[in-house]
């Protein structure tokens, strides 16, 4: 059994800052891919950004210069710094993990960005 503890997710004002963290528990073993994806009320889950184990990451067009994706092998967890935040930023955060075969997904925090 794997769980995802996500954190770090609330109510900024625009151009505010949040940091997102995930932390993968229990038959941990080799995490090939790490990630953040996110949906909207309406819109379908898109990704945000992504990294590999050995540090390889791509991001969405929109967050590119303004999110950062990071992880810490050794603790399991990816962390995603998030600054200039706009109010289209708004959505569910879903922390994501691939570890072979299958794909692991955490509950989801709540980023809501409004003055």
């Known amino acids: 059994q794997v769980q995802l503890g996500e954190s770090g997710g609330g109510l900024v004002p625009p151009g505010g800052s949040l940091r997102l963290s995930c932390a993968a528990s229990?038959?941990?073993?080799?995490?090939?891919?790490m990630g953040w994806y996110r949906q909207a009320p309406g819109n379908q889950r898109e990704l945000v950004a992504r990294?590999?184990?050995?540090?390889?990451?791509n991001y969405a067009d929109s967050v590119k210069g303004r999110f950062t994706i990071s992880r810490d092998n050794g603790k399991n967890t990816v962390y995603l710094q998030m600054n200039s935040l706009k109010p289209e930023d708004t959505a569910v955060y879903y922390c994501?993990?691939?570890?072979?075969?299958?794909?692991?997904w955490g509950q989801g925090t709540q980023v809501t960005v409004s003055s």
């Open positions: 994501q993990i691939t570890m072979a075969p299958r794909d692991y």
């Open positions: 229990g038959r941990i073993f080799s995490i090939y891919t």
């Open positions: 990294i590999t184990r050995d540090g390889s990451t």
